[in-house]
T-cell receptor, first 111, second 113 residues
Framework: SQQGEEDPQALSIQEGENATMNCSYKTSINNLQWYRQNSGRGLVHLILIRSNEREKHSGRLRVTLDTSKKSSSLLITASRAADTASYFCATGGGSNYKLTFGKGTLLTVNP | SQTIHQWPATLVQPVGSPLSLECTVEGTSNPNLYWYRQAAGRGLQLLFYSVGIGQISSEVPQNLSASRPQDRQFILSSKKLLLSDSGFYLC????????????FGNGTRLTVT
């Protein structure tokens, strides 16, 4: 079964606005990662946050992690049309071999 | 720098035909290798992973098999395709440490007719 679940399933915003996506998971994790997928392409790693971290930044991306609530959020600030893609969270648990993905959030940024 | 190659990009195969998808990684040694499948509008389902040559772990019982004949080569196969095997197949690699990301290929769109 899938570990992470993203919310919302789809999000449509205007260019320049901020986009927030959430991810909930069920079991303990070593880290949580966010990936981006353009239509018909492979996934690209965006950011990794470890279980002992609460917040991490990378350019226009801000990720938070609340292990007590088993949830994470991805904030994209000042969105651009080029940010249009599906965004997935993935969790790494007890085994260092496997990442389990959610179903993703489809973000559409309108110019 | 490391690169991952996956081919073919698209494939249309009849039901009952065999399948072979190949993935190779360059610029790293002893990577963990993965095959995921993505159905339309859904997340990624882990099919197989490998932590070394000849070592294959299967996550979901199905009509597919995987092999790792060389350190940086991962092959997904089927002897007889089913309609339900249609989907987007993604190969990926990562280093063996806990906090390392997955690096994906560009995927193969398989349509079984």
């Amino acid at each position: 079964s899938q570990q992470g679940e993203e919310d919302p399933q789809a999000l449509s915003i205007q260019e320049g606005e901020n986009a927030t996506m959430n991810c909930s998971y069920k079991t303990s994790i070593n880290n949580l990662q966010w990936y981006r997928q353009n239509s018909g392409r492979g996934l690209v790693h965006l950011i990794l946050i470890r279980s002992n971290e609460r917040e991490k930044h990378s350019g226009r991306l801000r990720v938070t992690l609340d292990t007590s609530k088993k949830s994470s959020s991805l904030l994209i600030t000042a969105s651009r049309a080029a940010d249009t893609a599906s965004y997935f969270c993935a969790t790494g648990g007890g085994s260092n071999y496997k990442l389990t993905f959610g179903k993703g959030t489809l973000l559409t940024v309108n110019p | 720098s490391q690169t991952i190659h996956q081919w073919p990009a698209t494939l249309v195969q009849p039901v009952g035909s065999p399948l072979s998808l190949e993935c190779t990684v360059e610029g790293t040694s002893n990577p963990n290798l993965y095959w995921y499948r993505q159905a339309a509008g859904r997340g990624l389902q882990l099919l197989f992973y490998s932590v070394g040559i000849g070592q294959i772990s299967s996550e979901v019982p199905q009509n597919l098999s995987a092999s790792r004949p060389q350190d940086r080569q991962f092959i997904l196969s089927s002897k007889k395709l089913l309609l339900s095997d249609s989907g987007f197949y993604l190969c990926a690699w990562k280093e063996g440490s806990y906090n390392s990301p997955l690096h994906f290929g560009n995927g193969t769109r398989l349509t079984v007719t």
